[in-house]
């Protein structure tokens, strides 16, 4: 299994014994957590549909992003295999 499959049964699992907690709301995390990845085709089992699903998909995609020019050993152009694209660190 997976982080987006270990999470959401976590959250499921410590949600149904908060009292406060709607089912309603309850979907809804379930539904950002288990769409993260934005799409099936990247690992998701579920596509965003709601705006919160969308704003954390798009920050975990831009944390990603920023991560690969972290990993980048020189200040130059090189070649990034998960963007498949140069990158330029100046």
């Known amino acids: 299994m997976g982080?987006?499959?270990?999470?959401?049964?976590?959250?499921?699992?410590t949600g149904r014994q908060i009292k406060e907690l709607s089912k309603e709301r309850l979907d809804a995390l379930l539904h950002v957590i288990?769409?993260?990845?934005?799409?099936?085709?990247?690992?998701?089992?579920?596509a965003c549909s709601t705006k919160e699903a969308f704003i954390v998909h798009y920050a975990d995609e831009?944390?990603?992003?920023?991560?690969?020019y972290?990993?980048?050993?020189d200040k130059s152009w090189e070649y990034n295999k998960m963007m498949q694209r140069y990158l330029y660190k100046g």
Not at 3 to 13: P, R
Not at 34 to 46: A, D, F, I, R
Not at 62 to 68: E, K
């Open 34 to 46: 288990l769409s993260h990845h934005g799409e099936q085709e990247k690992g998701s089992p579920v």
């Open 70 to 73: 972290q990993n980048m050993k």
């Open 62 to 68: 831009a944390d990603a992003i920023m991560n690969q």
């Open 3 to 13: 982080h987006i499959s270990i999470g959401a049964m976590q959250v499921d699992e």
